[in-house]
């Protein structure tokens, strides 16, 4: 079996609300570049991948991957991921493997958890991702911890779920921190939660809202301030596990990493860790050093939801529920629509690769949102409420 043809689309799907972050803000949509592999043999096999439109970074890579076997995925990593230092990127890589994973599960009639080892559970749970949001359905927007409490309510309601994180860094610490202290006080002892500021913080004031938050006992504290020293820095002073899905986020930083003591659990994430695989390679690392596993969301679509749903399915101790932006689309690009919540929780896929396909006509019509509403990246994730605004870190 042969590759013979790699096509790359990118599409545009809106949100049910702008929401705002450490460095911006999505406008209304979330967008993804997905990925068609072709073989010898008539097997397609999807792959997904966000940041902007990437059809000219993975046009560029596609001479590469063309003519070699979709199961060499050594080969293929060693040309596309090791080969050129400053063209390398693990985002585009871990496109390529998703989609040579498909393409392996449906040659072989297998999904692609049994080509990761096998899955431990049909079901993945997931968390009440909170955002301040601009233009929240039914209008206005959030601008006190009381609206995220009752956004947290609303999303346990309907979703099922029993954990929360708050997508912090964008309103003053002190009233980020007095989400989850309202949440506690709403959801209950066993409710988890969790806050994200991005590592915008200063250490300081991380340490100060550290130490505020211990009476809540959040499951963890992800990146409270900037970089590997930044976060030891925290986790020396204040009795919180400390996680991280930016510093370490590649395999270069995390022997440093666990040398400076930086963190308790490592986020995973199929983009940053070089794919499924890479993401069982770390999970094997944190496993011999006794750090904690969890999983990082990208705004990613059916497929890498798939994909993400998959890898997680076969690591014993990702035991707490993932991330998921899910809940803010509208719609999906695969068949059948969004994937749906029960109990918190969403299916894994039963195969074969995936286990997903694409609508043709969803993915023609969100191609031309894609290009009607541009590639918000380019823009730097302007805040149109704030045009003179710019993220800061240490600011606070």
Known sequence: MRIVDLRARTVAIPTNAKLRHSTGVHPGYFMRTIIEIVTDEGIVGLGEVGGGDQR?????????????????????????????????????????????????????????????????????????????????????????????????????????????????????????????????DRLGPDYRLRIDPNGVWSVPTAVRMGRRLEAVAPEYYEDPAWGLTGNAAVREQVRLPIATNMYPARFDDLAPGIRLGAVDVVLTDIHYWEGPRGVKELAAVCRTFGLGVAMHSGCEFGIELAAMLHTASTVPEMTTAGDAHYHYLEDDVIAGGLMRYVDGSIAVPTGPGLGVELDPEKMDKYERYFEQHGDYYARFHVDERRPDWYPSVGGV
């Open 56 to 184: 000219g970074a993975l046009l560029k890579l596609k001479p590469r991957v063309i003519g070699l076997d979709p199961f060499h995925l050594e080969v293929i990593k060693l040309k596309v991921l090791r080969s050129i230092y400053y063209m390398s990127n693990a985002r585009l890589y871990a496109a390529i493997e998703m989609a040579c994973l498909d393409i392996q599960g449906k040659a072989i009639g297998r999904p692609v958890s049994d080509l990761l080892g096998g899955r431990l559970r049909d079901e993945i749970p997931f968390i009440a991702y909170l955002f301040w949001r601009y233009d929240r359905p039914g209008g206005g927007d959030d601008t006190r911890a009381e609206d995220m409490a009752e956004l947290c309510e609303q999303l346990t309601e309907t979703l099922g779920v029993s954990a929360m994180k708050l997508k912090a860094g964008v309103l003053a610490p002190e009233e980020e921190v007095r989400v989850l202290e309202l949440c506690r």
